[in-house]
């Protein structure tokens, strides 16, 4: 009997052999498989220590990119697959499935990566935007709160704004008792709130000047000093 060191697929009714298959047979049939294509002999000086050696070392596929750089390998198996249509009794049929990293793009003179924001830029994004400008406080209105809260805000203002208030509140068509009969006590206390912050005149028309300045029509001016 001689053995045979399979070199590529062979199929038969009744066997099967891969590469690398170490097989034995007889004499003549051995002779007839190791043409040196299909099988070598595997007894004839190519046995060490008495262990038969292998006539061929299957290793993973090398994949190089389109750059001929080889590319890293992360996994590849060898699968026994299906022949196609229409081939029976053939060779058995493997696959390869190998997994690549690919290598990362490098990039081209022409794309530059993207510049910071500059937020003066942002800011003339629009030459057309019109300037936010800020708001005007609110002139008080009594007509728009209660008795107590008229006379909260009196408590905290100068003259001619407490004189503002007070001719808005009698020009009313129902002016309200608990505001209009306390005019002069408020008026006394506002002149004394002016005197305190710095003189009354000066006290009493920056005062005013702030009250008007959102738009409300000037009232007249009445002291008593």
Request: net charge negative; aromatic share 4%.
């Amino acid at each position: 009997m001689r053995r045979i060191r399979v070199l590529e697929a062979i199929a038969g009714a009744d066997f099967s052999w891969a590469p690398g298959d170490v097989v034995e047979l007889s004499e003549e049939a051995a002779t007839s498989w190791a043409d040196g294509h299909r099988a070598v002999l595997a007894d004839d000086g190519q046995e060490q220590d008495g262990e038969p050696q292998p006539s061929a070392v299957h290793q993973e596929p090398l994949v190089v990119g389109a750059d001929g750089e080889p590319l890293q390998v992360l996994a590849a198996t060898l699968e026994e697959i299906e022949p196609t249509d229409g081939v029976e009794g053939g060779p058995r049929w493997m696959r390869w499935s190998v997994t690549v990293r690919l290598p990362v793009p490098a990039a081209s003179d022409d794309e530059q990566p993207p510049r910071p924001e500059d937020p003066a830029d942002l800011e003339n994004e629009n030459p057309e935007q019109e300037t936010e400008v800020p708001m005007t406080p609110t002139p008080f209105d009594p007509r728009e709160h209660t008795n107590r809260e008229v006379l909260a805000y009196l408590d905290t203002v100068g003259e001619q704004e407490a004189l503002r208030v007070l001719d808005i509140e009698a020009a009313q068509d129902t002016p309200r008792a608990g505001i209009c009969k306390n005019r002069e006590q408020v008026l006394e206390t506002a002149r004394a709130r002016d005197v305190a912050a710095g003189g009354s005149q000066a006290g009493a028309e920056k005062t005013a000047d702030y009250s008007r300045g959102g738009g409300g029509e000037p009232s007249p001016e009445t002291r008593d000093w």
